[in-house]
């Protein structure tokens, strides 16, 4: 398949925009880019599709999301406002992923899959949490990944915070789906193994999940230093913090998420550099929940490897994009801060690179010969002259999220001229608000 008349947005080491550009694909891989007119010429069998003149970029990747999370999407919380993030905890996240069943499961991953196809975001990085419907949550969540057509790596987040037994439980999880994910047959799953956070984890839980671990070939997906709360707590429970406390229990290493680290020291950045672990930024979650801004600037200069979530927000990574890009200014009073090249340093290079973390085999992120055909068609006609050099401006500044008619992945059109086609979003949307009521009702019951 040849897709002509696109401005072609490449990333990627050549990092160049191809005015009157195509692509070629072959089954699930780029393996042409340049001229149109070259392409044409030297693939004349091929089928050919008109970008009429959009532009043709990699698909987003999103670092760390939550797809359990979608049902809290207008929820009014009772009682008082939660006055700080352990309350937020509390208040609402502990409760409600404690109100899913089984099928919410399911419909909450894929009100998350259909956002994300209409949002260009071709790759999620999910972390996922359902105690009352634990047992085999991935694999239902894997079940509406195939469906949709995307990418994604699971995990179930292990906590001690509802008891030993659930703990356990949550490590089995785990461990059969990352058995599970090699025979599922479905190149675009992949897993990791979830671990909540370092204040609902135990040393014992830690070492469980470290020995159940071995020989998966996995790292750990893990929130880390989130709020203030995560530090004073690891260092009344084992006179560390987090990062070090982590780092002993073996934890950390370059296939290895830490997500946040907003209150991390200079000698957690260089165990976090040292070891090669990733660290994920979520400025949306981070202003929504008032923990503070996470020294981002700090850590990618220090050659940390830092990347761009959304932690359940909405999946238009713009959107993250553009909070990342005006917290910190804010938060350091200063508008020379987090320039648009280390915005586009966490969401398009770093992220390409944790992605291959999961998919080793051909680049992401990139539009090159020989990268996974993750592609998305963007409507987007500037008035004033767009290069590479000044494209992260164009993206902070004049993306919106509705831009995005065509998304494919591996090949395969996911949505076509904004037509979603591997998802029925309406009868997805009338099911989930269904059963998205139920669980608000479940959610009322349930005690603190
Ligand atoms: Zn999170």
Redesign the pocket.
Known sequence: MLIINGRIVTFGEANEIVTDGAVRVEGATITDVGKAARLQAAYPDDKVVDAGGQLVMPGNICG?T?FYGAFARGMGIPGEPARDFPEILGKLWWRLDRALLAEDVEYSALVCLVDAIKHGTTTLID?HASPAALEGSLDQIAEAVSESGLRASLCYEVTDRNGRDEARAGIAENVHFLRAVRGMGNPLLAASFGLHASLTLSDETLARCVAAAQGLNTGFHI?AAEGMSDQEDSLHKSGKRVVERLHDAGILGPQSIL?HCVHVDAWEMEILRDTGTWVTH?PR?NMNNAVGAAPVETMLRGGIKVGLGN??FSNNMWAEWKAAYLLHKLWHGDPRRMNGYDVVKMAVTNNAALARVFWPDAPLGEISPGACADLILVDYHPFTELTAGNLPWHILFGFEASAVTGTMVAGKWLMRERKLLTLDEAAIAARARELSAAAWQRYLALDD
Do not use: F, K, L
Request: zero cysteines; glycine letters at 12%; proline letters at 0%.
């Open positions: 760390h939550h972390h929130h997500v979520q979650s932690d359940g």
